[in-house]
């Protein structure tokens, strides 16, 4: 959550600008993803600046200038927090959960109804996911295997509220809750190779967009063979074979989520959003 006024985030234009003067504004700036950003390939970044390194930063004209209007801005909110300690702070995000140091796995807060699998995916170490999307920071590769499934999507849609028609991601309701087995050794393998195989399916179309490839019209036939066969390898791990429909996919999720919290089976793979963190 920035609370800047749009001062902290930069568009690539002006990443270029800044850094055709300034080449030491680089370890400043990182990418920034919403919801929107990841699905319709809209490039953004923001000023990460740490209390060790404001001193440097505000060496910098441009960066400088921002951050006193940053402080401006605040010093005149309504919200006595922003006016008495966040306008002392400029650089900072008023909210900012952690960085990622190998990749960021990022579930959009919404998705149209219209898609047969939602669409989550993998950014590079060091980007900045915004309030508006969720984050597993350096999670393994498999469990994007799990969020892009078909289970996943009718859990999420079962559970999770609506805005308008369109799914609406909870992390609390849709991810902490969703039941999933113990996985083996080899499970793990082979959902890692799944996951793989549907970023590589993506990249295959490069520059289509998220939007552009979950469009359910014109998806791509070798992305939505490498979704259908993360399908069936984790409905196998579930029953041992694929589900006959939705409603039995459903039925089996309740049936195991009733198990696992009769048991009090608590997993520990954690979803974020913002500062807070959630146990599934």
């Known amino acids: 959550v920035p609370n800047d006024g749009g001062n902290l985030i930069l568009n690539t234009s002006e990443v270029l600008a800044l850094l055709a003067r300034y080449p030491e504004a680089n370890k400043f700036i990182h990418p920034f993803y919403g919801s929107d950003d990841f699905l319709q390939g809209d490039a953004r970044y923001c000023l990460v600046i740490d209390d060790n390194q404001l001193e440097d930063a505000l060496k910098i004209e441009p960066i400088s200038r921002r951050l006193s209007t940053v402080a401006n801005l605040r010093a005149n909110s309504k919200k006595k927090e922003t006016r008495e300690q966040l306008s002392k702070v400029p650089h900072r995000f008023q909210h900012r959960g952690e960085i990622p140091n190998r990749c960021a796995i990022i579930i959009p807060s919404v998705s149209s109804e219209r898609r047969e699998w939602f669409p989550v995916g993998v950014l590079n170490a060091g980007t900045v996911i915004s309030n508006l999307a969720f984050l597993i920071s350096d999670g393994p590769i498999w469990l994007l295997s799990i969020l892009a499934s078909r289970l996943h999507l009718i859990w999420l849609a079962t559970v999770c509220g609506k805005l308008e028609t369109r799914y609406r991601y909870s992390n609390t309701l849709g991810w902490n809750t969703l039941p999933v087995p113990l996985l083996t050794e080899q499970n793990v393998v082979d959902l890692t190779s799944c996951a793989e195989n549907i970023l590589l399916a993506r990249e295959a179309h490069f520059p289509l967009t998220i939007a552009d490839l979950y469009d359910p019209e014109t998806m791509p036939e070798n992305l939505r063979h490498a979704h259908e066969r993360n399908d069936e390898v984790l409905e196998r791990i579930y029953i041992g ?15 195991f989520y009733t198990k696992l919290t009769v048991s009090g089976t608590k997993p520990t793979v954690k979803a974020k959003k913002g500062k807070k963190h959630h146990e599934r």
């Not at 039995?248 to 309740?254: D, G, V």
Request: glycine share 0%.
């Open 241 to 255: 074979r694929r589900f006959k429909n939705d409603t039995e996919r459903l039925e089996k999720l309740f049936e």
